[in-house]
């Protein structure tokens, strides 16, 4: 895959699983002149070096920033903010502000304050990750067939700063929506947001149980608890993050599952079998849906072979 | 890998996944003279046959049990009391009966008072299965390195009979160990039928919302909620009769499940984000600890690549 250069320098500020899958594909796609990249930890920097990954580590936001075309702010939720003032002094005129955030309003309310008038400022939000965390834990694939949502901020945004965005995105392999940033926050408070929550909270239950061993808990994790183990083993700071800044659709979410957890609890109790065969069987049709379109794989326990260690 | 025959004869009652898994891998190891096999569906019946999925399929469950030295109820554990009762008059003298049930304690309950005094009775639980059901779903790898419990019913159950079973387990790959009925239901609660409802939930959760539509959770299942929803695509009349037959065991942990949902359902609320970090930060360590025990591979997203449909 290879196309016209879409932006001449890109900046990515944050040097995580996704900004490092994103320079990995932007390379695959030849889709920039030059990517620079800034990490706050002069680790994460020092790593990015070796590796190879941003054809200039910077050190600092600002340098990184200067004389970029599109700017992606790929840090934490809650650290957006603090970054937008940082840089908001060295934007060049005319470039595109944009980020990777799991959560939309928050952002926009955290970002959009500081930016100059002679910025745009396109969010986004690529719906494609991995348990796996840092700046070595990226690859080109990682957007291949996956969803990028564009939240323009505004109903004036400049079409043409979000098209070349778009062209960016669908660069690097992704297919791309646009959406408004309250439904974002609710349809990723379903998606995503409430099931990493209850993941958390299965496997905190488990550890916490004396009655059960640790080692029986990891012994026997193949029945269906090491699926939860994988979604509960991501990075806690971004959760921390989109929990505490997609607060209301995550509550609520929250709430109708404890209202249809405690009907099922219930239907158990009662040994009503009609009630739970029912809703089981329904369920299996959306993961038909999912297969069908080519959001997951069809071989059994997602092809995951069984290898002696 | 083959090895000594373990058993002339075997008989599996029921047809599905754990079935047929085990006769492939009882022919890959050579394990057994020559299996029989009878489903009550005489469609299941006719797909067995055209597929080879047993030496011998047979009309009733009394032909496929005549002569065995071991029979497998491999049926959902609410079937299994009247399985017993009407294979008990055929039963050979000195034959092991044996199940694949997820629930021990009630099984033992429904099964055991049918049985002859000449026969021993050792229930068993492979932990082992995919989201995928029937006889066509089967393969011969299902077992291996997966854990496979003993339950026998009894403190003075026969050792020869204990250890022929845990050879012929081994032998189709999987390792065994022997627990108490009571604790198994109680481990078997936390690492499976507490999370298989809790996806079930969830997914009900999203089937239910409007102000999302189905093609909005499927196009951006990607994010977490697809994890789900290969969990909540079990077969629903096997999973109907584990939460009928564990309920004690799964009500108790799903109370737990509540409790500590609602801790940090208050945590979002207040902003607490130092509980909420600091309690996704500890359950990374138990997903280290299924991978260093081979329960789990480490290839991010379970090794699922994103493929082009």
Redesign the interface.
Known sequence: MSGPVVYDRVALIGLGLIASSMFWAIKRGGLVGEVTGYARSQETRETARRIGLCDRVCNSAAEAVEGADLIVLCVPV?AMGGVAEEIAPVLKSGATVSDVG?VKRSVINAVAPHLPDDVHFVPAHP??????SGPE?G?A???????C?LVPAEADTDPEAVSRLRALWEGM?ANV?EMDADHHD???A????????????????????R??T?????????????????????D??M???V??NN?EA??D??G???E??FV??RA??M?D?DH??E??????A?????IE?????EA??????????
């Open positions: 809650g799991s719906l494609a990750g991995t348990e796996h834990s690859f694939e990682l957007y291949d067939n996956r969803w949502i392999g929506d609710l349809v990723l379903v998606t995503s947001h409430a099931p990493h929550l209850i993941a958390y909270t299965m496997v905190g239950v488990a550890d916490h149980l009655r059960v640790e080692s029986e808990v990891i012994k026997y994790s193949a029945a269906g608890f090491r699926d939860f183990t994988r979604i509960a083993a991501s806690p700071t959760w921390r993050d929990f505490l607060k995550t509550l979410i929250l109708r599952f404890t249809e957890l099922l609890q158990i109790r040994g079998g739970l065969y809703y089981f069987n329904r369920t299996r959306i993961r038909r849906g999912i379109a080519g959001q997951d794989t059994p326990n997602f092809g995951r072979s069984a290898k002696k260690p």
